[in-house]
T-cell receptor, first 112, second 116 residues
């Protein structure tokens, strides 16, 4: 049972445009969400997070939006840069739990 | 920088052999996690250590898998009698605390395990 879903395995965007990566979840007990970025042969690196009590969190070019009623979150990157090309994972914590549940990832390619 | 260190970075072994993977967490991080990523899939939780508490082993896929941690330092993940389906990247992560305050986990670069 995939509790965190990233339905787009890949996304291609032109440099300077907005990248929007989507994530859906099924477990209503999830109350904290994170996005990780992963380059080949490296471990995931933390990018941005959001608590379920908020609907938006912004950090520089990165903004995460959370729609609790739809059980949906998205990561916006603007403007996109070639160095943003990587696999992006959505992940979630549950209250009282410490393990992260990850989505399957979206490969973002930012083209010149 | 003193990030999470994993060794070996790559391991190729024959089916049926035992393997041991090592993780050195960030100094001072009390929580340590092991995950597995199979080809084309997301990260799958295996086991979690928090200080001196009993580890959360709920993600270990079979009794062939075990892990130990010495205090708040090094951890080893052992896979006995390896099978081809054990082929994956094994990732270790640590965080300052695993208590009620959520802390992002910091990952090592993983060990790529290939079972022939």
């Amino acid at each position: 049972d995939q509790q965190v879903k990233q339905n787009s395995p890949s996304l291609s965007v032109q440099e300077g445009r907005i990248s929007i990566l989507n994530c859906d979840y099924t477990n209503s007990m999830f109350d904290y969400f994170l996005w990780y970025k992963k380059y080949p042969a490296e471990g995931p690196t933390f990018l941005i997070s959001i608590s379920s009590i908020k609907d938006k969190n912004e950090d520089g070019r990165f903004t995460v939006f959370l729609n609790k009623s739809a059980k949906h979150l998205s990561l916006h990157i603007v403007p996109s840069q070639p160095g943003d090309s990587a696999v992006y994972f959505c992940a979630a914590f549950t209250g009282g739990g410490n393990k992260l549940t990850f989505g399957t990832g979206t490969q973002l390619k930012v083209e010149l | 920088g003193a990030g999470v260190s994993q060794s070996p970075s790559n391991k190729v072994t024959e089916k049926g052999k035992d393997v041991e993977l090592r993780c050195d967490p960030i100094s001072g991080h009390t929580a340590l996690y092991w995950y597995r990523q199979r080809l084309g899939q997301g990260l799958e939780f295996l086991i979690y250590f928090q200080g001196n508490s009993a580890p959360d082993k709920s993600g270990l896929p079979s009794d062939r898998f075990s892990a130990e941690r010495t205090g708040e330092s090094v951890s080893t993940l052992t896979i006995q009698r390896t099978q081809q389906e054990d082929s994956a990247v094994y990732l270790c992560a640590s965080s300052p605390t695993g208590a009620t305050v959520y802390q992002p986990q910091h990952f090592g670069d993983g060990t790529r395990l290939s079972i022939l």
